[in-house]
C-alpha cells in the first residue's frame, strides 16, 4: 500500500483518504499531500519530503496538494522528488505514475470540476469528513488559498448525499461537512444542510468544519433550534477582534457580528459552544487592535481557540504592507493562547 503523508487542512485528510483507497496496490509509492497556507508550513513539507528520501530510498516520491500547485518549481528542483502533481491533476494520480514527466502543474482557475471517488472510511477515526465545495472566490490579503485551489465550485447534492450513506453504513456516527469555503455552497449552505437532515433523520452528529461569520443566515441558525442532531459547537473563521485590522485582512464581518452571531446561536441553543481562528501580528496591527481580539474572545465566549503568528505569504497583498517584528507576533499569539487556558 502506498505511504499517504498528510499536512493541513480537513480537505486534505479527505483527499488523502482517497490517494489510500486508490493506491492500495501499488508498492514503493510515498504521496505527500502538501500545504501552503504559510511560508512555514511549505517549508516544514519540504523538510518532510528530505526526511521521507532518506527513511524510503527506493520509493517514488509524489509531492502534491496547495504547495505543488503554488510552489511548483521549488520542489520540481528537489532531486528528492520524483513527481510534482497540482491540484487539479492530482484527480489522477493513477494516470501520472505512469507518466515520464516530473511536473505537471495546471492552471487551477480553468479547472471546473473535482476527483468523483467515493470513499469507504478514514483510517483510524470516529469522524468522517465530506467536501462540500473546493474553491474560493473571495480574497483575503494574507490567503494564498484561492491560486492553490482555484474558484469556488460545489459538489452536486446528490454526491454528498450518496457519500453520507456509504459513510453511514460503514457505521461512522460522525460526519463533518468540510470545504476551501463551506458556507459558499452553491445554491444554498444552509439549504444543503437541510436537505442532509431530511434524508438522514437519525444521523446521530452532523458536525461542520470552519465556518465564515459573514455566511451564517437565519436559515442556518433556524436549523440549529429544529435539529437537536446538529453538533452543537461551531467554530468560526474570525482572525481579528480589531474591525480595522479586519478591513485590512479583507474580512466580510466585523467584531460585532461575531459577538450577536454567538448570542443567536446560544438563544436557540443554549449548550452551543464556539471556536475560532485567529491570526496575531498582522501587518500594522498595534497593540490596541491586539486588545480588540482579547475583548472579543470574552465578549462572544469563544473557547478553543486556533491561534497563528501571522507569517507572510509571498504573492499576497498582505506581504507587501508594513510588517509587525515577529517576535511581537509570537509574544501576542502566547498571551492570546494563555487566555484560553485561563478560561478552562
Known amino acids: ?40 508550513a511549505e517549508r516544514q513539507c519540504r523538510q518532510t519530503v528530505r526526511r521521507l528520501r532518506k527513511e524510503n530510498p527506493a520509493a517514488k516520491i509524489v509531492v502534491t496538494g496547495c504547495a505543488a500547485q503554488v510552489s511548483a518549481a521549488r520542489f520540481d528542483a528537489m532531486p528528492e522528488v520524483d513527481l510534482v502533481l497540482g491540484n487539479r491533476e492530482k484527480t489522477e494520480i493513477e494516470k501520472y505514475l505512469v507518466s515520464d514527466k516530473k511536473t505537471v502543474v495546471g492552471d487551477i482557475f480553468s479547472f471546473s470540476g473535482y476527483d468523483a471517488y467515493m470513499i469507504t472510511g478514514f483510517e483510524g477515526r470516529e469522524r468522517a469528513f465530506v467536501e462540500i465545495q473546493q474553491g474560493c472566490n473571495h480574497r483575503c490579503t494574507y490567503c494564498i488559498v484561492p491560486y492553490a485551489r482555484g474558484a469556488n465550485r460545489s459538489v452536486e447534492k446528490e454526491k454528498i448525499l450518496a457519500q453520507i450513506r456509504v459513510l453511514l453504513q460503514q457505521g461512522f456516527k460522525e460526519i463533518c461537512l468540510t470545504g476551501v469555503d463551506a458556507c459558499s455552497y452553491e445554491p444554498s449552505f444552509s439549504g444543503l444542510v437541510a436537505c442532509i437532515l431530511q434524508e438522514f433523520p437519525d444521523l446521530p ?140
Open 1 to 40: 500500500m502506498a505511504k499517504v503523508v498528510t499536512f493541513g487542512c480537513r480537505i486534505n485528510s479527505y483527499e488523502s483518504e482517497i490517494f489510500k483507497e486508490k493506491l492500495k496496490d501499488y508498492d514503493n509509492l510515498v504521496v505527500v499531500n502538501t500545504c501552503a497556507v504559510t511560508a512555514e
Open 205 to 344: 452528529s452532523l458536525q461542520f468544519g470552519s465556518l465564515d461569520p459573514a455566511a451564517i443566515d437565519e436559515d442556518f441558525i433556524n436549523l440549529v433550534r429544529d435539529y437537536p442532531n446538529i453538533h452543537p459547537h461551531f467554530h468560526f473563521s474570525v482572525q481579528s477582534g480589531d474591525n480595522l485590522i479586519l478591513k485590512r485582512m479583507g474580512r466580510r464581518h466585523s467584531r460585532e457580528d461575531v459577538i450577536a452571531l454567538c448570542r443567536k446561536l446560544r438563544e436557540v441553543r443554549p449548550e452551543s459552544t464556539f471556536g475560532a481562528d485567529f491570526i496575531c501580528g498582522f501587518p500594522t496591527e498595534t497593540e490596541e487592535n491586539f486588545a480588540n481580539t482579547l475583548k472579543l474572545v470574552e465578549e462572544a465566549g469563544l473557547g478553543k481557540l486556533h491561534v497563528f503568528p501571522y507569517s507572510e505569504r509571498p504573492g499576497t497583498p498582505a506581504a507587501k504592507m508594513p510588517q509587525v517584528p515577529v517576535y511581537i507576533r509570537r509574544e501576542r499569539a502566547e498571551r492570546l493562547r494563555r487566555l484560553q487556558k485561563e478560561d478552562k
